[in-house]
């Protein structure tokens, strides 16, 4: 089946600091990614949809200037947390959609990655 | 603005109970409902979308226009169905992200 990896699977960082979130699709291209926010006990958060060669769409209340998406390659999209805050702490999933003619509109997701800014 | 409503964070039925996790969704045009599960500590993945009209695992979901619901049903619930339970929308196609509702913890009491 599809795969989708995200590293790191968590990281802690200073306040201030900038964090790089990488999430991979391992055995499929996908021109589209997602990436959602997850508070502790509640839902997941549509940030933004990244689409390969093109700028990344973010979602109503969603800083693009900090919270960075770069989907340089059908495989790889990242996201780039910039002056990070304590705030900013919570589970970041990613998604993405094969490039296949049957099975665009399905979403693979990542496993997560939990970030903690001190 | 969609929206999806779980109205209910924890569901506790014994094994062999029949299941109904309740979702409701607000939107204007023609959505594409799914419901996602995750079983402890793996991720998120598809369970079954109402395009298919299928059934996963023995669960079956009916989208209702009038009612605008999508609830998730099983007659004969198992342990192994203990599970966090998602309710979707997606308003476009492919290149649509997925609004979620908050979810619904599932446990299965032997």
């Known amino acids: 089946g599809a795969v989708v990896s995200q590293h790191p699977s968590w990281v802690i960082c200073k306040s201030g600091t900038s964090v790089k979130i990488e999430c991979r699709s391992l055995?499929?291209?996908?021109?589209?990614m997602f990436w959602y926010r997850q508070f502790p006990k509640q839902s997941l958060m549509l940030m933004a949809t990244?689409?390969?060669?093109?700028?990344?769409?973010?979602e109503q209340g969603v800083e693009k200037d900090k919270f960075l998406i770069n989907h340089a390659s059908l495989t790889l999209s990242t996201l780039t947390v910039t002056s990070a805050h304590p705030e900013d702490s919570s589970f970041y999933i990613c998604?993405?959609?094969?490039?296949?003619?049957?099975?665009?509109?399905?979403?693979?997701f990542g496993p997560g990655t939990r970030l903690t800014v001190l | 603005a969609q929206r999806v409503t779980q109205p209910e964070k924890l569901l506790s039925v014994f094994k062999g109970a029949p299941v109904e996790l309740k979702c409701n969704y607000s939107?204007?045009?023609?959505?594409?409902l799914f419901w996602y599960v995750q079983y402890s500590r793996q991720r998120l993945q598809l369970l079954l979308r109402?395009?298919s009209r299928e059934s996963i695992k023995g669960f079956t979901a009916d989208l209702n226009k009038g009612e605008t619901s999508f609830h998730l049903k099983k007659p004969f619930a198992q342990e192994e169905d203990s599970a966090m339970y998602y309710c979707?929308?997606?308003?476009?196609?492919?290149?649509?992200?997925?609004?979620f509702g908050k979810g619904t913890h599932l446990i299965i009491q032997p």
């Open positions: 055995d499929f291209q996908a021109t589209t």
């Open positions: 939107y204007s045009g023609s959505p594409e």
């Open positions: 990244s689409n390969e060669g093109s700028k990344a769409t973010y």
């Open positions: 998604s993405a959609s094969p490039l296949t003619e049957t099975s665009t509109d399905t979403q693979y």
């Open positions: 979707a929308l997606r308003s476009g196609g492919g290149a649509d992200g997925l609004t």
């Open positions: 109402h395009i």
